[in-house]
């Protein structure tokens, strides 16, 4: 719940100029979710340099749900992804599995990439039960999800100890272990080639100074940024610093 549209106007301008100016860019699919209200102006303000999506979304197109916004609703103005299960979603507004499961399925109806978030908290980490908690929640995100849909779909690894302002950055062998945890049930779930087609993000405390090695030794397919990404000129920093790292990993 960050930026006014007026605010978001001029992060999007600034953003877009900057990104110009990386070295290797189009090689990089970058997105930003604005809140609702400053999502039109976000995406023509754009230029086509990034991904534009939405915070959240209710899973029926239409009816009583006060204060709600349709999968619909989003793919009329443009939306290019919605994100799905956020841990404050599940956690501040008691989103359950199933109801992650019912939003994957209305935004890829409307014609939308579903960015799902799972991971396990601080508990589920104790307990040494992150992989049984996670693999429930992508098993259950995924129900009823044809694989000719793999490709609409995108799972970023967030757990929910990482982050915040007391979070703490996941070691990078954790991450890639959890990685091939979610490639294996992607492969289950659907076959080989459409498991490929899914990128697997990680956030979680993500910064400029050890994104782009995190990024390397995690092998993950990208990264979801939180709070560094509030200042255009440091999130773009911290994408050009990503570009640099995939090409010289030895640095």
Known sequence: ??????????YAETFRERLRQINGIDSAQV??????????VVKELSGGSYWVGAQNMHWERNGAYTGEISAEMLAEIGV??????????R???????????????????AGLRALVCIGEDLAGREAHA????????????????????????????????????????ADPDYIREMKELFRAIFEEVFDER?????????????NTEHAAELLVKSQVDG???GRTALDPIVFATLIESCLTGTKNPGL
């Open 130 to 169: 992150e992989q049984e908690i996670c693999s429930r929640q992508l098993r259950i995100a995924l129900q009823g999800v044809p694989a000719n849909a793999a490709g609409q779909v995108i799972f970023a690894y967030e757990p929910v100890w990482a982050i915040g302002e007391n979070g703490v950055t």
């Open 1 to 10: 719940m960050n930026r006014t549209s007026r605010e978001a106007s001029l």
């Open 31 to 40: 997105f930003v979710i604005p809140p609702y209200t400053a999502i039109t």
């Open 91 to 109: 956690e501040l507004f008691h989103e359950t599995d199933a109801m992650v499961n019912l939003k994957v399925h209305a935004a890829l109806r």
């Open 194 to 206: 459409s498991a490929e087609m899914i990128p697997i993000l990680y956030g979680g405390s993500v």
């Open 223 to 225: 990264l979801f940024v």
């Open 80 to 89: 290019d992804l919605v994100l799905v299960g956020h841990a404050e979603r």
